[in-house]
Structure formats: structure tokens, C-alpha cells
């Protein structure tokens, strides 16, 4: 138990409550050669009081998701997130990352209120253009929202008029990712922002938000692209 408690220890120190249904990215970290990146979201879900940790992570060249670990209890976050990073899966993927620094955003979404809504996304037909200075001068990174035919559970709870739709996500003329068919995550997602963007040197960490209907009103789920940059 001894060798897990810095382990531990670096992973809830950083782990905060947050809004019912924008759960925070409270966590990036990339491996020393930027090859994976690490991200850890972390709070209270849907404001019942229960606990909700998410560990991810992602191939910064394919995009690939690597590892993906999710645990709820009835208790606090860094006593859920503690729980999580001691299954020895999980413990193994990200004990290399332990040692490393958290990533500074680039850029990172303020939002007027701490509740998401859905005027917090962009539909379908809707495109987003955000300079980010991912090096040394701004650099446009472009946000499409796509509508894609999708099988949505409970279609009476999404916007009037509004359908399931996907993202298409360009970095400086490269695209880096483009849905093609909608995970059943996201099987009733309708809107998109951008929320935060991490770098190390030419690999980079975009996450988006997924406006979805949750319990009352909209949960904004975190999507990562992990990409290397031209």
C-alpha cells in the first residue's frame, strides 16, 4: 500500500467538485515523449451527491483511445477517483504519467454560468472559428457541427427541431478528426463547443464539449481528440 499512496496522492490532490452536469477536466498530463496524453475528469454527477471520476488515455498519433476507466459511488470524487486508479488496470496505464507535470491550456472556455445550457453549443450547420496560440503566434482552429443520422433513446428531450449530430474539427487547414457515425455516447448529442486545448510540442489535446439531455436540462460530456500536428 505504501508504493500506491503517492500515486494516489498526485491524482486527488487535483480532483475538485464540480457542476451537476459540466464534470471538470481536472487533470492533462503528456508522456514525456507527448506519444499518449492523460486526461482525468473528476466530481459530483447530476448533483445527487455521488461521486463520478473518468480516466482517459489517448495515442496522440492515431487517436486512439488506449485506456478508458469510468467508476460513480456514493461518495466524495477524490474517494471515487482513488478507488479507480487502484484497479490494477488502470493503475498500470497511468502510473508512467504520475511524475509528469499538468498541462497549462492554451485555451480554455469561460462560461457565463456554472450550469451548462444548450445556447452553450453550436448545431448542425453551425461552424466555430477559435485562434489558439498553440506555439508562438495564434493559430485557427476550426469547429463544424455535422448532422448525423443517429438512433436517440429519447428524442422528446432534445431542443425543438434539433436532431443527433457529430464534429468535424480542423487545426490550422489539418483535419484532425470527423465523425463519420455517432458513438451510442453521443447517440443524442446535438451541440458542440470547443472547451480547452493542451499542447506539447507537436501533439495536442482538444477537448470539446457534447451538449446531451440529461437529468434537467443539458450535461456537457467531455469528447477528446488527441492529435499530432503537421
Not at 3 to 24: H, I, K, Q, Y
Not at 95 to 122: C, E, H, I, K, N
Not at 149 to 171: D, T
Request: some cysteine; glycine content about 8%; hydrophobic content about 40%.
Amino acid at each position: 500500500m505504501r508504493r500506491l499512496l503517492p500515486l494516489l496522492l498526485a491524482f486527488s490532490l487535483t480532483s475538485l467538485a464540480g457542476a451537476n452536469e459540466r464534470l471538470p477536466v481536472t487533470q492533462v498530463r503528456f508522456s514525456t515523449d507527448g506519444s499518449q496524453v492523460m486526461t482525468v475528469v473528476s466530481g459530483d454527477r447530476d448533483g445527487s451527491g455521488f461521486g463520478h471520476a473518468q480516466v482517459t488515455v489517448l495515442d496522440t498519433q492515431s487517436g486512439r483511445t488506449v485506456h478508458q476507466a469510468t467508476r460513480t459511488a456514493d461518495a466524495g470524487p477524490a474517494s471515487v477517483l482513488n478507488a479507480l486508479l487502484t484497479t490494477p488496470a488502470t493503475r498500470a496505464v497511468v502510473a508512467p504519467f504520475t511524475a509528469r507535470p499538468l498541462s497549462p491550456p492554451r485555451y480554455q472556455r469561460a462560461y457565463p454560468v456554472p450550469y451548462p445550457r444548450w445556447a452553450d453549443g453550436m448545431g448542425a450547420g453551425q461552424t466555430e472559428l477559435t485562434p489558439v496560440r498553440l506555439w508562438t503566434h495564434p493559430v485557427p482552429v476550426r469547429l463544424e457541427v455535422l448532422r448525423l443520422p443517429a438512433r436517440c433513446p429519447y428524442p422528446e428531450m432534445l431542443p425543438p427541431g434539433e436532431r443527433p449530430a457529430g464534429f468535424r474539427l480542423v487545426v490550422n487547414g489539418q483535419e484532425v478528426w470527423r465523425d463519420r457515425a455517432l458513438p451510442p455516447e453521443r447517440a443524442c448529442a446535438t451541440r458542440y463547443r470547443l472547451d480547452r486545448v493542451d499542447v506539447q510540442g507537436n501533439r495536442a489535446l482538444f477537448t470539446l464539449r457534447a451538449l446531451t439531455p440529461g437529468f434537467e436540462g443539458p450535461d456537457a460530456v467531455p469528447v477528446f481528440v488527441a492529435a499530432l500536428l503537421r
